[in-house]
Every structure is written in structure tokens, then in C-alpha cells.
């Protein structure tokens, strides 16, 4: 567990980045960014919930 189990999430979109950026290359969004602790297992399971965000 020596990774950084963090993850940025588009507040606009829900787009997730490994790293912060200004912008949301998904929905063009700028400081929609916010880092967001990530799921211990990144598997095919989607739907901790967190990222819904209307
Ligand atoms: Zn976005």
C-alpha cells in the first residue's frame, strides 16, 4: 500500500484523472478537479459510490 490512493474527480462530469490538471479534458470544465481518496481495488466493479454527482 505504498501507492498514493488518491484520484481526482471531475465535479462536472465525474471524469477521474491519476493526477490533478486544470482542466477537464472530458467536459472542458477548468478547476473542477478534486481529489478524492480512490477504491483499494481497481477492478471491473464500478458503483462505491462518490462519484454521482448531479
Ligand atoms: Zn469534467
Not at 477504491?39 to 462505491?48: F, L, N, Q
Amino acid at each position: 500500500m505504498a501507492r498514493g490512493n488518491s484520484q481526482f474527480v471531475c465535479q462536472a462530469c465525474g471524469a477521474f484523472y491519476a493526477k490533478w490538471q486544470g482542466q477537464c479534458t472530458a467536459c472542458g470544465e477548468w478547476n473542477t478537479l478534486v481529489e478524492e481518496a480512490a477504491p483499494p481495488s481497481v477492478g471491473g466493479k464500478k458503483g462505491r459510490g462518490g462519484a454521482t454527482v448531479a
